[in-house]
């Protein structure tokens, strides 16, 4: 089964690198231009040039696998201009934030959809991208469920995991990039230096919130959400956090998908999350500032 990246972003472009060690039969299809060539630095071991084959919307076959590793604002739009080329492939989402899949899936009736979560790391600065760190992927069918897509993804994003359920995990990940996310971003740091004694109320007073919002929809994992969050800041204490480079670059964020998102939660349970919402004001703002 062929695979086809979309974009060529950090993880996208990361994606791209494994096929060619693993040797897949793969193309990138470019969101806007032609295909840039990239300078990829694996974790380990040689860098390598990336010139990776390319595919236009139009040449899609109808029996690829899909993958859309790209920014949870990006999703809807990509979907939109590739639908009258598609042809109910199997598709990955991949992306930070939630409330995505609500705004695409009206858009891919008949399709076999999955939902990842990765804690792949990677940096892109111009044409070159560096992997920063390795971790485990989390997938789930949305949608139908096909066998070649789930070998393809088990080869390529190893170690993988499958869940009956990825709601629990994605809250998880949403209250990690809740708070390390802004706070890396507004303070201009990187993610270990969030384990300082300042910001430990900060970190507190956002996992209770979207704490009790788990809480309030009856999802397992509220009670763990602080120490999982302590736990990435150490794991990825060198990153400088997706969002603070987005900003640095001028770029818009993910915001209005992480804290944006818990705030529209918690407005439809009838909840207050003031630290929550204070975030997506403050991020919003720099936004403005920076030209996003
Ligand atoms: O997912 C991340 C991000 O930067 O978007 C974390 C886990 C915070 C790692 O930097």
Not at 173 to 194: D, F, H, S, W
Not at 232 to 240: E, G, M
Not at 274 to 283: F, V
Request: overall charge positive.
């Amino acid at each position: 089964m062929k695979t086809v990246i979309l974009g060529q972003g950090a993880i996208g472009t990361l994606l791209a690198a494994r096929c060619e060690q693993l040797h897949l039969d793969y193309a990138v299809m470019g969101r806007q231009t032609r295909l840039h060539t990239l300078h990829f630095q694996p974790l380990t071991g040689a860098g390598q040039i990336l010139s990776s084959p390319s595919i236009s919307p139009a040449q899609l076959r109808g029996d690829e696998l899909l993958l859309l590793p790209l920014k949870a604002y990006q999703l809807l739009p990509a979907i939109q201009s590739l639908k009258p080329f598609l042809h109910q492939q199997p598709l990955l989402l991949l992306h930070n934030g939630m409330g995505v899949l609500d705004e695409v899936q009206p858009l891919l009736a008949g399709h076999t959809v999955i939902q990842g979560i990765t804690r792949l790391a990677v940096l892109k600065e111009g044409s070159q991208v560096r992997e920063t760190g390795r971790g485990a992927t989390d997938l789930a069918w949305v949608t139908g469920c096909n066998a070649q897509a789930k070998d393809v993804l088990n080869t390529l994003l190893s170690p993988c995991t499958w869940h009956a359920d990825l709601l629990p995990a994605m809250w998880q990940k949403l209250a990690v990039n809740a708070v390390i996310n802004p706070l890396t971003a507004l303070y201009q740091i990187k993610n270990g230096e969030l384990a300082a004694k300042a910001h430990r109320s900060a970190i507190h007073q956002l996992c209770k919130e979207i704490g009790q919002l788990m809480q309030t929809l009856k999802l397992p994992g509220a009670g763990n959400l602080e120490a999982t969050v302590l736990q990435v800041i150490q794991a990825t204490a060198d990153n400088n956090s997706s969002m603070y480079q987005d900003l640095r670059l001028g770029q818009r964020t993910e915001i209005d998908y992480i804290n944006g998102f818990v705030c529209k939660k918690a407005h439809e349970l009838g909840l207050q999350v003031p630290h929550n919402e204070a975030l997506w004001r403050q991020i919003k703002a720099q936004e403005q500032t920076t030209g996003s």
